[in-house]
């Protein structure tokens, strides 16, 4: 898909949502979330140096993203400030259904779904910036830390290396609470907008261990109910938080009941246990769930890793190893996409700006958006590759593509991949 024309695509999107929200002010809501969206596009370390360079930015800004206005960093944080996040979060779904129209996600199906890991992280933290909305830690001397954090759901397989971002729901204070929000409501939140989003498709969830409860199993069985489509779990499990459900499988293999397959590889020895129609917990014992077991060796070192999930997929001989891959598949949430945002030039942990409402959630959304179009550009765009190859890794892409942006006049974001990859040469026009 051409990046081009998804800014084209993209900034449609924003003037709809300047017409929700009409105004006198002279800078227009698109252009602003324009900015905010190249801001995260072009991997700029802070607000003030993207505003900074908007004037010698001026050309290439508004052929590539459409950018018309040069506001001052206050004027660009208090419009974005005002747009309601429940209306930018929206916008993941036009794109995942332009990857569904050509064929991407038919090849990201595995065990016949779609496999959707969720995982929180912080994206926010000060000790004297806050909202309504901001979490609070209270600290024994008397200070308290102020945070927003977020849960995040991405499309992944484990044979590839694109992950698309689907939903992000905030883990904040909610309206008229007192109490901090925490990481099960928000999934409780953002389970069902997938679940609405990718209707058609056969969905599997992933997670860590705080979601392998009751609440959680029950909304995935009330949701599959109102649909056509699947709507299966893998969730991790510990012996500490599921006590009942680790006596059982015991039990068990005591006596002789569990699966039990094992294979060698020249470093590593592989063992796979299951046993099917476990119950949950004491208090949700009418919840059966089926229990997977997999341990690592490293023949060399002699280390063990061990790895437990609960499912509602029957496990088979057939199927046993791919339900091991779904479920190690989680860590690709956490290292292929936030990490990433981390380290690999996004600035996810840099304060961007918190302001009175929606700030901090939509810079936040904006640049899971930024991160969605890069993922989409690597997968099919094949110029794209080949500049990242030329370039050498991410971060040196990204370097070069500011520096063509901030010193030659182009047509196109595909032009500078051009350049980058060497498929085309230009007498250098710089920019006066």
Aim: positive net charge; contains cysteine; proline residues 3%.
């Amino acid at each position: 898909m051409d990046y081009d024309e998804l800014l084209i695509d993209l900034k449609k999107r924003f003037k709809t949502i300047e017409e929700n929200h009409p105004n006198e002010d002279f800078y227009k809501i698109s252009n602003m979330l324009m900015c905010g969206f190249a801001l995260f596009a072009l991997k700029d370390p802070s607000v003030l140096k993207f505003v900074g360079e908007l004037k010698d930015r001026a050309s290439n800004l508004k052929s590539i993203f459409h950018i018309t206005q040069a506001p001052s960093d206050t004027t660009m944080r208090k419009i974005i400030d005002k747009v309601p996040t429940e209306e930018l979060k929206e916008l993941f779904t036009p794109y995942i259904e332009k990857l569904d129209n050509e064929g991407i996600l038919e090849d990201y199906k595995y065990l016949d779904r779609l496999l959707i890991p969720l995982d929180g992280t912080q994206y926010f933290v000060s000790k004297t910036l806050h909202c309504e909305c901001c979490l609070t830690k209270h600290h024994q001397n008397g200070t308290i830390t102020y945070h927003h954090n977020a849960l995040g759901a991405c499309i992944v397989h484990p044979k590839h290396k694109e992950v698309f971002p689907i939903g992000i729901e905030d883990i904040v204070k909610q309206d008229g609470e007192t109490k901090n929000d925490c990481e099960q409501n928000a999934a409780k939140r953002l389970i069902p907008q997938i679940a609405d989003r990718l209707e058609q498709h056969p969905l599997l969830f992933g997670g860590d261990a705080i979601y392998a409860n009751g609440p959680t199993i029950r909304l995935i069985r009330q949701l599959e109910q109102e649909r056509t489509a699947p709507l299966n779990f893998i969730f991790s499990v510990k012996p500490t938080s599921h006590e009942y459900l680790f006596l059982q499988f015991e039990r068990l293999e005591k006596s002789g009941d569990i699966k039990s397959f094992t294979t060698t590889t020249k470093d590593k020895k592989y063992v796979t246990k299951y046993a099917n129609g476990l119950m949950l917990n004491g208090v949700n014992n009418d919840i059966l769930v089926n229990f997977l077991y997999f341990e690592e060796h490293d023949l060399k070192t002699g280390k063990v890793k061990v790895f437990t999930w609960i499912t509602d997929i029957t496990i088979t001989l057939k199927n046993h190893v791919k339900l091991v891959k779904a479920g190690r598949s989680r860590w690709k949430i956490e290292n292929e996409t936030f990490n990433t945002l981390k380290n690999q030039g996004y600035q996810f942990e840099h304060n961007f700006g918190h302001g009175k409402k929606y700030l901090a959630a939509n810079f936040s959304v904006l640049m899971l958006l930024a991160f969605l179009f890069d993922q989409i550009q690597q997968r099919t765009n094949l110029m794209f590759r080949l500049a990242k190859l030329k370039a050498g890794s991410r971060i040196a892409l990204w370097e070069k593509i500011r520096q063509y942006f901030d010193l030659v006049a182009v047509p196109s974001m595909d032009f500078i991949y051009q350049l980058i990859a060497k498929k085309i040469k230009m007498k250098v026009q710089f920019i006066t």
